[in-house]
């Protein structure tokens, strides 16, 4: 599995003494200031001597205790650096505290080649064990020249995937050739397929957005400059990202999965089920394989970060899971497991699969629903 990218934007506003404590690993039982100076140098690169200084105090403060058992007022200031005993205190012998010590036993076990493993396993048990049909009603609100009758309305997969296609095919020629109306009309229908495009009660979806976008000339722009950006990984620079804009990535990079609500709920779903019988900390296993929720009402699992309408945190989520996607899909061709039970044998056929899994969570009847009709 490819280690998910740390995101620069959430490390910036994690104190620095937390950094560090993502590598305490590397501390022995117990340990001396000098080891501390050591892991900050190494979780914190470039920072001061006084910064330093300060983040090693604050780890002391927040995650030890010492072996004099004479320095009870340091961990009561606000600035430890006040502390008129500070020679004293670098004297000292530390160890976690045990509630630290068992969260980083905790953040252990999610690393690892063996973790990988079992955690594929897990995921391919779950696929395995549920066939859940596919059936998306779908009914496109304008016609395309581009797009025949018989393709704009459909409820199989076969059905979306041609009308995709062709939508995925007309927008990337619209890039080719410079077209913002055709580009418009593109993004539309794919936007509409997954009924994020047009107001629907309160939401305004997509259509505002995409319409003012085109207005400005600047449509063709956008989409050109975050397809060169998801290409290479790179979420920091994304602004436009949602379910109906997760579709347009999707559709011109295939090697890019359309994370949406329900995609995003059933992930959570079979990671909050391995979590409790691997007896892991959740958020430490989302963070392990870079994952954030979209967050979306009723579709929601306790304990795993969310996005929270960030653009670029959600960007980042679809690019670390279609990493750890793709790479599952490898174990399963190289351990012959029949996951998809019908479904391609693609990164489409198992964001389809989850998708549909999701839908099945949602509605309380669990990963094994036959047909699901509700709609996002």
Known sequence: MTFPRKDPKIEKRMFHHDIMFRNAGRLPK???????????SFSIPGISAPGKTFSCLRFIQKFCSDSAGAHDRFYQLKDPRRYDRLADLKQCVFHLTESKSAVLRQAMKVEGAEFEEDLFHFLALRLEACNSEYFWRFSLRQKYQWLHDRHGTGVSLSDATHTLSVAGNELALALDQEDEDRCLAAVSAIMDWARVYYPVGLRRHNKPTVEKLYESRSLLRVIREHVALLKVGDHEGVIYMNSGWSKVWGCLIPDMMMM?????????????????????????????????????????VDGIPRIDKRPEVWALSAINMSRFLLDFLEYCRRNNRLILNGYPFSLRGLEAKLFMMGGSYVVGAGPARERERSSR
């Open 260 to 300: 949406d609500s329900r995609v995003s709920y059933s992930l959570g779903r079979i990671f909050q089920a391995y979590s409790s019988e691997a007896k892991l900390d959740l958020h430490f296993l989302c963070e392990r394989v870079g994952f954030y929720q979209v967050g979306f009402p009723g579709r929601t």
């Open 30 to 40: 117990s340990f001396g200031y000098k080891d501390l100076l050591d892991l900050a």
